[in-house]
């Protein structure tokens, strides 16, 4: 018989004490892209930073955004998720699929996912491109050319984050890309994100004021949830608004925590 796999785990790190706050980056990013959201929040709540499925220290992990939603919820337990980007999804995923371990959960720049077949079908042959040019160029080159995009021209230049992003692998990147972009939600969430709602699950949907495409989608997202979610934009800011304005993030992010953690627990 051959050796068993080792069951697969995310990497987590922790810091701080008090109510648990749950942090998950974006695509080609490390839990490390949280250094100052997660100084500021570990100085009063328990801070876990999870590497998300092909990524940093979970390089080897190879999950969609459903099994990523499952490990993630085995990596974080009970506690508040925050989500940017392809970490926004992943919470999505984990709040439909695990409604008990959320206390609540906040994301920023994400979506529901591409409403018609033919988007979704050619998102996945564009991220399948994205992949194959990964797998030539390297990483390296690959950041050079992902960082480039409109979408993240308000980042601030920061040598530690790019280190950070550095140490992902072209395999783990590829599979990320592969098994979880965007072209990969189907069906598309928006008809059960209703379900959020029906848990009593606080939700805060977040997106950068610049970022004229989210802020549509989190306008959305937070009509889809009802009630329980608020919508608000971080000034100043593109799509990855806890980078380029970090103060103004974890200012929304703060005033919306306490309502959240005077909930009654979700049963």
Do not use: K
Request: negative net charge; contains cysteine; proline residues 7%.
């Amino acid at each position: 018989m051959g050796a068993m796999m080792p069951p697969m785990r995310l990497h987590v790190t922790h810091e701080g004490s008090g109510p648990r706050v749950v942090l998950v980056h974006g695509f080609t990013q490390t839990g490390r892209s949280w250094d100052h959201i997660a100084a500021d929040l570990a100085r009063d709540h328990e801070v876990l930073r999870v590497d998300a499925p092909g990524h940093g220290g979970s390089a080897d992990v190879r999950a969609d955004l459903w099994e990523g939603a499952s490990l993630l919820a085995e990596a974080g337990g009970p506690a508040v998720y925050v989500g940017y980007s392809m970490g926004g999804r992943l919470v999505l995923h984990l709040a439909l699929r695990h409604p008990e371990v959320p206390s609540g959960l906040a994301v920023l720049g994400a979506t529901g996912g591409l409403d018609a077949a033919a988007e979704r079908a050619v998102r996945r042959a564009s991220d399948e491109v994205l992949a194959e040019e990964l797998e030539r160029d390297g990483v390296e080159a690959f950041l050079d050319r992902w960082l480039s995009q409109p979408l993240f021209a308000g980042v601030p230049a920061d040598p530690v984050e790019r280190a950070a992003r550095s140490t992902n692998t072209v395999a783990g990147l590829a599979s990320s890309l592969r098994l979880a972009g965007t072209g990969t939600q189907d069906p598309p969430l928006w008809p059960r994100l209703g379900e959020i709602r029906a848990h009593a699950m606080p939700a805060l949907v977040l997106a950068g004021e610049r970022d004229a495409r989210f802020t549509a989608l989190a306008q959305r997202l937070a009509a889809a949830i009802g009630p329980t979610a608020t919508c608000a934009s971080i000034a100043g800011a593109g799509h990855a608004a806890h980078l380029e304005q970090p103060a103004a993030f974890l200012a929304a992010l703060r005033a919306w925590l306490p309502r959240v953690e005077a909930a009654e627990p979700v049963v």
